[in-house]
């Protein structure tokens, strides 16, 4: 689990609006993001393996060594960060206001360090996406106190991945906006896609999870203390 700072990518505020995605007419989901949703901190990164966004592949145009290097520095960060959460005592919700305190005592050469990282291994997974719609999957979990600070973080993440953009669900109830005043906290699920066939999904083992249209978000309320990606 990870948190990563907002401004990982762009070293500026991100905390603009998401208007690249745009609410479908589906119902909100009223239930809360679970405590497994990954703890987030801070904003652009990558995932914690090179597994879950890019699965390794033969057809792959980077070297084996720098996905290796990249999937080691996530790696190392994830641990550091979890040492560090208990050192400062494992405060807040599962640890959230210390992975917060994590972030902001990262050196501008981390930042960096995790930048290329993620860069690489996106990179990758927009090669193997290109061959195999089902594979080079990315997903991304945003924290956020309100609706435009994740909203912002996401349009960010895609805009400086180059990650497809699709239907926002969550801020609608039957068709009705849903006021941003009302909804708090929030955790924004994005994913590049999956398996668009039911023989595609149950040969990913991902159940419905995998049926995500590329770029598809969703928008849920959220009451932990992580924030950031």
């Keep these: 689990k990870m948190c990563w700072p907002y401004q990982l990518l762009i070293l500026a505020a991100i905390a603009s609006l998401g208007n690249s995605f745009s609410p479908p007419p589906y ?7 679970p405590a497994a949703i990954t703890p987030l901190c801070s904003s652009p990164p990558r995932p914690s393996s090179a597994t879950e966004t890019t699965s390794t592949s033969t057809s792959s145009s980077f070297p084996t060594s720098d996905i290796f290097d990249a999937t080691t520095t996530l790696t190392n960060y994830d641990q550091t960060q979890q040492q560090f959460i208990q050192s400062d005592g494992n405060q807040g919700m599962g640890g959230g206001l210390s992975a917060l305190h994590h972030i902001q005592s990262l050196q501008p050469t981390t930042r960096t360090s995790l930048q290329q990282a993620i860069t690489t291994l996106t990179n990758q997974a927009h090669v193997e996406r290109a061959t195999d719609s089902s594979k080079g999957r ?18 960010s993440w895609v805009a400086q991945l180059t990650l497809p953009r ?7 109830v039957d068709g009705v906006p849903i006021p941003v005043e009302e909804l708090g906290s929030v955790y924004v699920k994005y994913s590049t896609g999956g398996a668009m066939t039911f023989r595609e999904m149950r040969k990913s083992k991902r ?7 590329p770029g598809d978000a969703l928008l849920e309320m959220y009451d932990g203390d992580f924030r950031g990606v």
């Design 166 to 172: 699709g239907m926002l669900h969550g801020m609608d």
């Design 27 to 33: 119902t909100a989901s009223s239930k809360s993001r």
């Design 207 to 213: 159940g419905f999870d995998a049926l995500w249209r």
């Design 138 to 155: 990315i997903m991304l979990g945003i924290c956020a106190s309100n609706a435009p600070e994740a909203l912002g973080g996401l349009k």
